[in-house]
């Protein structure tokens, strides 16, 4: 071994080490600049000397924006779910048909946490992480193994001369800490992105992407609670857990619980205390300590007989509501919000809750000052369920919707058939005009880095930008002369700004903020009209007619460009040479094949990934749909398609045809 090898191996070594005490032991031993310093060399000498790679590595966790199709493989033993219990009664159920189950003989239970997160099964081989599995249906599962090793709370090589299996299996959660939730949702909500509605479900949507790069992006992290080997050197799970802490594993606090009303003061304890991790839980998980009692035991067809899920009731809390704030969104719509007394729910701290509308209001019944119910229950939005009438005050009165906006002044009008009450005055009133900013610069639409929410306001108040169209006449020394404004942040907001001017057309069409029109309806007029102008000259009867439009959605269009002042915008953004017509590389590639044609994909695929055949079916003007119903007109399978998918396909009598059948029907003359 040359000392290059040698270095780079110590390197490795020193930076598993430092992962390990800072995302596992949460105790870093050096800063984050002399970490960074030895993942450079360690970049640097890798790079000089690819003979000694490892995919391994920790410059490895970053991931690769490579896509690759998951492939589903068998689990060595099968990943089975637990039965639940709600109260301290069926907790004793379980632990009488436990003993019976033995034959009176005494077991010894342990309690832990249940992290709220997606299952995974992960396989090591003399120390060395050879495989990442999902639960699927727990008899197979998806090898995502590139996603995981991106997580840094997953051991990639254990440490040498410990006393691990030459082969062994751990099983845990993938989660997303609060923190990583919260930050996720902010981006996806300033891109008008659909939010994440708990964190479980942005874990498990984050495991399955493709890109493993946006896997390391968003910061997983993974506690571990069970393993399994054939040639098991320990006898009980108490043991196994704490061999797992031994060698690097990071896993969850367990303790062995002698008596019921030990078990009763365990679900009361973290009840309480739970709601202060850093990671969303559930539940508690109780287990017979005993590897030979659980083998004894022995499973159902769907669960083990050795252990039990305790759930815990939904979070709610009783506050004082010390206002209702109504907030302008940049359509106009007013939300009222309730600003409450600080209370913790589901590991944050909630001040505000969305009343919704003027109806949500009444049905609640809420006067001045209630003491209200808060409900989170996992969600990310809190809302209020509910008043507790004994405790309001005497003189208090009820909520009282405005009917002026709350910013302008304007008198509010009322959308037919709807709840929602808007301020009208769209092109003078401050919060719509640097809301419709925020909306064009977000990463669907133009995609301008360094412009959120609050430097949209910012420019708007500064004078800077008072339309769209003013983003491109920004000028370096104008960023330079706000207060509090760098060089980088300035040079990073006009590269943001020139590079926008490549945005494809369909998506310029997102950006104008045309009511009624979201990221699909974009598409589908692009793909129609080609061009801007054939859009603003063409009449609500005839857009009316595209597929996918409609009456509500034409005369909106017709009416956004009706307003001059929305056409000198976008004629002021076409000659700031954004894009304004459909690429003649994009016409080529369209067609009619699919028209008309509602699609389910489904599967894993071989010649292109899941975006892509679904960019092919809005290209060839099909649509995609999520759900299979009577309307669908065929199902585009791919391999190991979800079981329930294809019944209900075959139930309904949908076709169902595989990748090479449809690559026929794109380049099928007919």
């Given amino acids: ?172 959660e993938i989660l997303l800490p609060w923190a990583s939730f919260h930050r996720l949702n902010e981006e996806r909500q300033f891109n008008e992105e659909q939010l994440f509605a708990n964190p479980r479900n942005a874990a498990a949507g984050t495991l399955k992407l493709q890109n493993s790069a946006e896997v390391a992006r968003r910061g997983l992290d993974a506690y571990f609670y069970f393993m399994l080997a054939d040639d098991m050197p320990f006898a009980t799970h108490r043991e196994s857990i704490d061999a797992l802490k031994r060698w690097g594993f990071k896993t969850g606090e367990l303790t062995v619980l002698d008596s019921i009303d030990l078990v009763k003061d365990f679900i009361d304890h973290w009840d309480v205390e739970r709601k ?161 900013i925020e909306h064009f610069v977000g990463r669907h639409m133009m995609n301008i880095d360094g412009i959120g929410e609050e430097m949209a306001k910012r420019f708007y108040d500064e004078g800077l930008v008072k339309d769209v169209a003013d983003l491109y006449d920004i000028t370096y020394e104008q960023l330079m002369a706000l ?53 603003m000259a063409m009449p609500a009867e005839q857009l009316a007619t595209i597929n996918e439009i409609g009456t509500k959605i034409a005369e909106s269009i017709v009416d956004f460009f009706a307003v001059d002042q929305n056409r000198v915008i976008v004629e002021r953004l076409r000659s700031a040479g954004l894009q304004m017509a459909v690429s003649e590389e994009q016409l080529a590639a369209q067609s009619d094949r699919l028209a008309g044609k509602k699609i389910v994909i489904s599967g894993v695929f071989t010649h292109h990934s899941r975006e892509e055949y679904k960019a092919m079916i809005e290209q060839n003007g099909g649509k995609n749909v999520g759900s299979i119903s009577s309307a669908t007109d065929f199902v585009f399978a791919g391999a190991n398609m979800g079981p329930a998918k294809l019944e209900k396909a075959r139930k309904l009598g949908i076709p169902i045809i595989n990748e090479d059948d449809f690559l026929a029907l794109l380049n099928s003359e007919n």
Avoid at 84 to 112: H, P, T
Wanted: net charge negative; glycine share 6%.
């Fill in 1 to 172: 071994m040359d000392m290059f090898q040698m270095r780079i191996e110590e390197l490795r070594k020193q930076l598993n080490e430092h992962n390990y005490k800072y995302y596992v032991l949460n105790n870093p031993t050096i800063s984050d600049q002399e970490f960074d310093a030895l993942m450079r060399e360690l970049q640097d000498l890798e790079q000089c000397y690819p003979q000694y790679g490892d995919p391994l590595s920790p410059t490895q966790r970053v991931g690769s924006d490579i896509n690759k199709a998951f492939k589903q493989v068998a689990h060595e033993r099968p990943m089975m779910s637990l039965a639940n219990s709600y109260n301290i009664a069926e907790v004793q159920d379980f632990l009488r048909r436990a003993k019976d189950g033995l034959g009176g003989e005494d077991c010894e239970i342990v309690g832990e946490m249940k992290y709220d997160g997606t299952s995974i099964s992960v396989t090591y081989e003399n120390g060395r992480i050879v495989r990442a599995v999902t639960r699927g249906d727990g008899t197979m599962g998806d090898d995502v193994t590139s996603n995981v090793i991106t997580i840094k709370s997953v051991p990639l090589q254990l440490p040498q001369g410990m006393d691990y299996p030459a082969r062994f299996e751990v099983r845990g």
């Fill in 276 to 436: 202060k991790l850093p990671v969303a839980t559930d539940g508690l998980v109780f287990k017979i300590n005993s590897f030979s009692q659980q083998l004894s035991l022995g499973a159902t067809a769907k669960s083990p007989r050795w252990a039990i899920a305790y759930k815990f009731a939904p979070e709610r809390e009783c506050t004082r509501l010390q206002s209702v704030s109504f907030e302008v969104g940049r359509s106009g719509v007013i939300t009222p919000v309730a600003n409450l007394d600080p209370v913790l729910l589901s590991g944050t701290i909630v001040k505000r809750a969305s009343l919704h509308n003027e109806d949500i209001i009444r049905q609640l019944d809420i006067h001045d000052h209630d003491m209200v119910y808060v409900e989170k229950g996992g969600e990310i939005i809190p809302k209020i369920v509910g008043v507790d009438t004994k405790q309001r005050q005497p003189d208090a009165s009820p909520l009282r919707f405005v009917d002026v906006c709350p910013v302008c002044g304007t008198q509010l009008t009322r959308i037919e058939g709807e709840a929602a009450w808007v301020c009208p005055n769209k092109w003078t009133c401050p919060p719509q005009i640097y809301g419709r």
């Fill in 483 to 535: 207060d509090r404004f760098q060089d980088k942040l300035a040079t990073r907001i006009l590269r943001g700004i020139d590079e926008s001017r490549n945005v494809p057309f369909e998506r310029v069409i997102f950006a104008l903020s045309i009511p009624f029109v979201g990221e699909t309806t974009a598409k589908v007029l692009a793909r129609n009209l080609h061009n801007i102008d054939n859009l």
